[in-house]
């Protein structure tokens, strides 16, 4: 599990091993990691550090700091190195250290943006030090101003420890804020670089140990990874049986939307279920049966009667609403799935179904629901705006409101659950973002929940696994597995670099689901 802090648990793990160190030793190894993946970046582009501009751009904290030291070990190393001096302080040392080895500092009698403007154009590399974890609200100026510049640049900008203007805590991003192609970030990961707006501006993530491990309390956010999703995800023994694997009945589709019913049976088919029990009006059902032939269907007779799904059979799970409609039907079938006692998954329209009557959450057993921004915004009368500028804060209150486990959508999808860490997906790319995708999440998540997963965990693996079939159904690669573009930065978020990629439909994500869990 990647595991991410607050600023406050970080910097409270900070003072505690500060403690029991020489001083200066943290910033010395923030800046010898930080120094040394510049250079890399710079040899990578350049053939070698000699000889290359180098701007820090430095706020009055010690993020600061950390950038001129890291310049005059850059500068050590035969770099031209100029700092931008943008607060009303400076860290002392670091300034010394900078001009001890022939770095040089903006003048402060000429306005600094007139002097920045030139020479984040010309520089090879840009080092974001304005703010760190100190940074609090919208940046000001003179940094606002800077940060934006740095868009302008032609080199690479690389930020430290968090771009500023991006709130390490939460990912939210208030105003200007740094885009930086890589962040070099210390002791351990901040929420900010994983959930975006803020993990956008970030690029990839470099971690580099400070020895904070030890100090680190549990963790707020926590993103797992291939090993922790290989390892939840259910795999039938030698005694198995499809209904010991787990029955997941999908209530979903009506004779006006039935595409989401064959989109959520065929995630929950592909993603391992023993069984899928499709239960819905009889146009859904006759193409369930037509593209899915393994599914077991039943036609509702009687919607507005007595138990709608009395003729179903046992299942281990249910997922209730794509296509499903909202009407006076609908609303039937809802109340009857939610009567169950078994894991309830509500998606798509059994979302607004439970926004007009809250009371339909009133049930013995877990529930999932799997919002995007606007279901939520329903959901919690907030503006979807508002939910995708703070998606953490938001996640997190539905799950509180709600009394239910809550997966938020999006460009990044969040998974929390009260008292737990919310889970952030690392897996997926944008080309997701295409009708029906959703329908086989939920279909997929499902099949988890019937496999006898908690809620946590079947939407969280579930995540991971969707994004993971969408990258491989994205470069139409069924072994796409080495390329490092898409899994191997350490954020895990890499774009496709040197990969084509093309356009995806959802059931390409379902077929694709079987190459994405043998490479888990
Ligand atoms: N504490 C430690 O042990 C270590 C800290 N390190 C570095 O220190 C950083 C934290 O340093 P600081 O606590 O000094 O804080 P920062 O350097 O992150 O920022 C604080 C300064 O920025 C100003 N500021 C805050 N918000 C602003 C805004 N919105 N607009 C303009 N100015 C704003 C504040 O007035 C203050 O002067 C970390 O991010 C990391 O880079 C590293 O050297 C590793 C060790
Ligand atoms: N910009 C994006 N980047 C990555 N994934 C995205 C993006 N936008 C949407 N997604 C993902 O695509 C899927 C869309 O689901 P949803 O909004 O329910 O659409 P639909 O109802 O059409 O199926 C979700 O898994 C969501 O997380
Ligand atoms: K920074």
Same mark, same amino acid.
């Given at each position: ?45 350049? *053939? ?15 993020? /600061? ?76 100026? %003179? ?19 968090? &771009?500023? !203007? ?24 901040? $929420?900010?670089?994983?959930? #975006? ?5 970030? /690029? ?13 309390? #549990? &963790? ?10 290989? #390892?939840?995800?259910?795999? %039938? ?8 694997? *787990? ?34 009006? +009889? ?9 899915? %032939? ?13 138990? %709608? ?13 794509? !296509?499903?409609?909202?009407g006076a039907e609908a609303h039937a079938v809802a109340r009857a799935v939610l009567s169950a006692q078994v894991p309830v998954l509500v998606d798509a329209d059994g979302l607004t179904l439970i ?13 999932l629901i799997t919002p995007h921004a606007g279901e939520l915004s329903r959901l919690l009368g907030v503006p979807r705006e508002r939910i995708e500028a703070r998606r953490l804060e938001h996640v ?28 952030? $997906? ?20 499902g099949a988890l929940l019937a496999g006898g997963l908690s809620c946590y965990d079947a939407a969280s693996g579930a995540a991971y696994v969707h994004g993971l079939a969408a990258r491989l159904a994205?470069? /139409?690669?069924?072994? /796409?597995?080495?390329? &490092? ?6 954020? *895990? ?25 043998? +490479?888990?």
């Amino acid at each position: 599990m990647r595991t991410a802090y607050t600023s406050d648990q970080i910097r409270a793990a900070e003072l505690a091993l500060m403690a029991k160190l020489p001083e200066g030793t943290l910033m010395g190894r923030a800046a010898a990691g930080l120094a040394a993946v510049c250079a890399g970046l710079l040899t990578g582009v350049r *053939g070698r550090v000699y000889g290359s501009h180098v701007v820090l751009l430095v706020g009055s904290g010690d993020n /600061g700091g950390d950038a001129l030291y890291a310049g005059a070990r850059l500068a050590r190393r035969g770099a031209r190195v100029v700092a931008v001096l943008a607060g009303s302080r400076v860290h002392e040392g670091g300034l010394a250290a900078l001009r001890a080895v022939g770095g040089r500092a903006t003048d402060l009698r000429v306005p600094i943006l007139e002097q920045a403007r030139e020479l984040i154009g010309d520089a090879d590399l840009v080092v974001d030090g304005l703010v760190g974890i100190g940074g609090s609200g919208a940046l000001r100026e %003179p940094y606002a101003t800077l940060a934006g510049l740095t868009a302008q640049a032609s080199g690479l900008v690389v930020a430290v420890d968090v &771009p500023s !203007g991006v709130d390490a805590s939460t990912g939210e991003v208030d105003g200007a804020a740094v885009r930086a192609q890589a962040t070099v970030t210390f002791g351990a990961y901040k $929420n900010g670089l994983l959930i #975006d707006p803020g993990a956008r501006f970030a /690029g990839a993530v470099e971690f580099v140990d400070i020895g904070l491990g030890p100090y680190l309390p #549990d &963790p707020d956010v926590a993103a797992p990874t291939d090993e922790d999703v290989a #390892d939840l995800l259910p795999r %039938p023994g030698a005694e198995s049986d499809k209904y010991r694997r *787990g029955v997941v009945g999908i209530a979903a589709g009506s004779d006006r939307y039935t595409g989401a019913a064959v989109l959520a049976v065929g995630g929950a088919v592909r993603a391992g279920a023993g069984m899928v029990r499709f239960v819905s009006s +009889a146009e859904p059902v006759r193409l369930v049966r037509a593209r899915w %032939p393994e599914a077991v269907t039943t036609i509702i007779a009687d919607p507005l009667g007595a138990d %709608p799904i009395e003729e179903v059979g046992r299942v281990q799970a249910w997922v209730l609403g794509p !296509g499903l409609g909202t009407g006076a039907e609908a609303h039937a079938v809802a109340r009857a799935v939610l009567s169950a006692q078994v894991p309830v998954l509500v998606d798509a329209d059994g979302l607004t179904l439970i926004a007009r009557d809250r009371g339909l959450l009133r049930r013995d057993g877990p529930t999932l629901i799997t919002p995007h921004a606007g279901e939520l915004s329903r959901l919690l009368g907030v503006p979807r705006e508002r939910i995708e500028a703070r998606r953490l804060e938001h996640v997190r209150r539905a799950a509180a409101e709600l009394g239910v486990t809550v997966l938020l959508k999006g460009s990044t999808t969040l998974v929390a659950e009260e008292d737990r860490p919310v889970r952030v $997906n690392t897996t997926g790319t944008p080309w997701l973002a295409t009708g029906g995708t959703g329908d086989v999440l939920a279909g997929i998540a499902g099949a988890l929940l019937a496999g006898g997963l908690s809620c946590y965990d079947a939407a969280s693996g579930a995540a991971y696994v969707h994004g993971l079939a969408a990258r491989l159904a994205v470069r /139409g690669d069924p072994a /796409g597995r080495g390329d &490092p573009a898409g899994r191997g930065d350490p954020a *895990g978020r890499g774009d496709a670099a040197g990969r084509a990629e093309a356009p995806i439909a959802a059931l390409d994500v379902a077929q694709a689901l079987p190459e994405a869990l043998r +490479a888990l």
